[in-house]
């Protein structure tokens, strides 16, 4: 897998993680109490009895670890070598390869084609041949 589709799964893994995370946080937090004119909050029940302080903790680690992994990405793209002007010349080399490329190809799909008809038109007259050659019946 090349590094841009590296970098496009390792954002889509942080945004996975994030999103999970908010929503955890969302459905497991206790209750906290706005303002000393409100009631107190009702406890909020765990059903698995787990320590909530301990899953946001969890969570960032693993948002952190998503996160140095993307920075190590990152920093394995290739630098840029001279600025706009090195790539723009860059690009039209490239694009003048490709063209170049595209002639050749067209041309070896033209002979392609000439030789396929050749063989279709030799295809036929053997058929044809092998026709004529039964007697009817």
Do not use: W
């Given at each position: 897998?090349d590094?841009?589709s590296?970098?496009?799964?390792?954002?889509?893994?942080?945004?996975?993680l994030?999103?999970?995370?908010?929503?955890?946080?969302?459905?497991?937090?206790p209750?906290?109490?706005?303002?000393?004119?409100?009631?107190?909050?009702?406890?909020?029940?765990?059903e698995?009895?787990?320590?909530f302080?301990?899953?946001?903790?969890?969570?960032?680690?693993g948002?952190?670890?998503?996160?140095?992994q993307?920075?190590?990405l990152?920093?394995?793209?290739?630098?840029?070598?001279?600025?706009?002007e090195a790539?723009i010349?860059r690009?039209a080399?490239?694009?003048?390869?490709?063209?170049?490329?595209?002639?050749?190809?067209?041309?070896?799909l033209?002979a392609?084609?000439?030789?396929?008809?050749?063989?279709?038109?030799l295809?036929?007259?053997?058929?044809?041949?092998?026709?004529?050659?039964?007697?009817?019946?």
């Amino acid at each position: 897998m090349d590094i841009i589709s590296q970098l496009q799964e390792q954002v889509n893994l942080i945004a996975h993680l994030a999103f999970n995370t908010i929503g955890t946080l969302q459905r497991d937090a206790p209750p906290n109490r706005l303002s000393p004119h409100y009631p107190e909050p009702p406890p909020h029940p765990t059903e698995d009895g787990s320590n909530f302080s301990e899953q946001p903790k969890l969570m960032s680690a693993g948002l952190v670890k998503a996160a140095k992994q993307f920075d190590a990405l990152v920093a394995a793209l290739p630098i840029s070598e001279g600025g706009e002007e090195a790539q723009i010349k860059r690009i039209a080399d490239l694009q003048a390869e490709n063209d170049a490329i595209g002639q050749e190809l067209q041309k070896q799909l033209e002979a392609a084609e000439k030789e396929l008809n050749q063989v279709q038109d030799l295809f036929k007259q053997a058929s044809d041949n092998c026709l004529n050659l039964k007697k009817p019946e």
